[in-house]
């Protein structure tokens, strides 16, 4: 009996040794496991942000190999708005304005942090590049010498654009919606379903000159800015953002955002497309 004790506390050691091994060993496992989760984020973006975010997405899994993103949608803010209340649901959505936005935010859709503004943006008329139309102000653009196009009323850049022409008397509503063309410009305008629309129709010469953000005429090239519009004639062109409530991967697209406003890397990129960050 005497000689059975050390034996049975050397095998009870053994086993607390073999014991802290494996629970060593487990909670390494658990954390390398979670360390390598694989998250992939599904981005919903005005279609302005199309090139800086697809830079920015890949710029980020760099730094990050474990984050990739899913066929990211860009279109005009208010045709966001319709996929969302229609049962889409990204992890993230970025607006050209404040109003889409609302819009989400009041059918319950955001997570628990407001949206926040992300980006700003300035309002400018366009011409093509070989056009013999020289700087110009907004009277000018409107004094009737001058076919024109804007977005229409689901495009942002189209609803600050009637917005500045209602400060010359060429739109009837000051909310830049559900007014009229009037004035020297009645029946020159012509309204388009997105930015790049209005581009390619001042690019082309189908029109003299396009409405569209100073972003839009870096991205699609072809033209030339004419004239920057006050500040004072719109409202702020900013791009608010917001997680959505039903994100699987809300912490993830969080973060990602972060670094949207963060990172060198990413100011980098907004800037080398014509967007500022916003204070």
């Given at each position: 009996?005497?000689?059975?004790?050390?034996?049975?506390?050397?095998?009870?050691?053994?086993?607390?040794?073999?014991?802290?091994?494996?629970?060593?060993?487990?909670?390494?496992?658990?954390?390398?496991?979670?360390?390598?989760?694989?998250?992939?984020?599904?981005?919903?973006?005005?279609?302005?942000?199309?090139?800086?975010?697809?830079?920015?997405?890949?710029?980020?899994?760099?730094?990050?190999?474990?984050?990739?993103?899913?066929?990211?949608?860009?279109?005009a803010s208010g045709t966001l708005?319709?996929?969302?209340?229609?049962?889409?649901?990204?992890?993230?959505?970025?607006?050209?304005?404040?109003?889409?936005?609302?819009?989400?935010?009041?059918?319950?859709?955001?997570?628990?942090?407001?949206?926040?503004?992300?980006?700003?943006?300035?309002?400018?008329?366009?011409?093509?590049?070989?056009?013999?139309?020289?700087?110009?102000?907004?009277?000018?653009?409107?004094?009737?010498?001058?076919?024109?196009?804007?977005?229409?009323?689901?495009?942002?850049?189209?609803?600050?654009?009637?917005?500045?022409?209602?400060?010359?008397?060429?739109?009837?509503?000051e909310s830049g919606t559900d007014?009229?063309?009037?004035?020297?410009?009645?029946?020159?305008?012509?309204?388009?379903?997105?930015?790049?629309?209005?581009?390619?129709?001042?690019?082309?010469?189908?029109?003299?000159?396009?409405?569209?953000?100073?972003?839009?005429?870096?991205?699609?090239?072809?033209?030339?800015?004419?004239?920057?519009?006050?500040?004072?004639?719109?409202?702020?062109?900013?791009?608010?953002?917001?997680?959505?409530?039903?994100?699987?991967?809300?912490?993830?697209?969080?973060?990602?955002?972060?670094?949207?406003?963060?990172?060198?890397?990413?100011?980098?990129?907004?800037?080398?497309?014509?967007?500022?960050?916003?204070?």
């Amino acid at each position: 009996m005497e000689r059975s004790k050390p034996r049975t506390r050397k095998a009870v050691t053994i086993l607390a040794i073999v014991v802290s091994l494996l629970t060593a060993c487990l909670l390494a496992g658990c954390s390398n496991s979670n360390a390598q989760e694989k998250v992939e984020l599904e981005i919903y973006a005005a279609n302005s942000l199309t090139d800086a975010m697809n830079e920015a997405q890949e710029a980020y899994t760099k730094e990050n190999p474990n984050v990739t993103f899913k066929d990211s949608q860009y279109e005009a803010s208010g045709t966001l708005v319709q996929k969302i209340e229609a049962g889409g649901m990204p992890d993230i959505f970025i607006s050209a304005n404040k109003k889409n936005m609302d819009k989400v935010v009041e059918s319950g859709k955001i997570g628990e942090d407001e949206p926040f503004d992300l980006f700003a943006n300035d309002l400018v008329i366009v011409t093509a590049e070989d056009s013999d139309i020289d700087e110009l102000d907004l009277a000018q653009a409107c004094d009737g010498s001058y076919t024109i196009s804007v977005g229409d009323k689901n495009v942002p850049a189209g609803i600050y654009a009637k917005q500045a022409l209602y400060t010359v008397g060429c739109y009837t509503s000051e909310s830049g919606t559900d007014g009229q063309i009037t004035g020297p410009i009645k029946g020159k305008v012509t309204e388009a379903d997105k930015a790049g629309s209005v581009c390619s129709y001042a690019q082309s010469g189908e029109v003299d000159l396009g409405f569209v953000y100073s972003s839009d005429a870096m991205r699609y090239g072809g033209v030339r800015i004419v004239c920057t519009l006050p500040a004072d004639t719109h409202q702020p062109i900013v791009y608010p953002a917001a997680v959505l409530k039903d994100s699987a991967h809300a912490e993830a697209a969080e973060a990602f955002l972060s670094w949207c406003q963060e990172s060198p890397d990413a100011q980098k990129i907004w800037q080398k497309w014509g967007f500022e960050l916003t204070e």
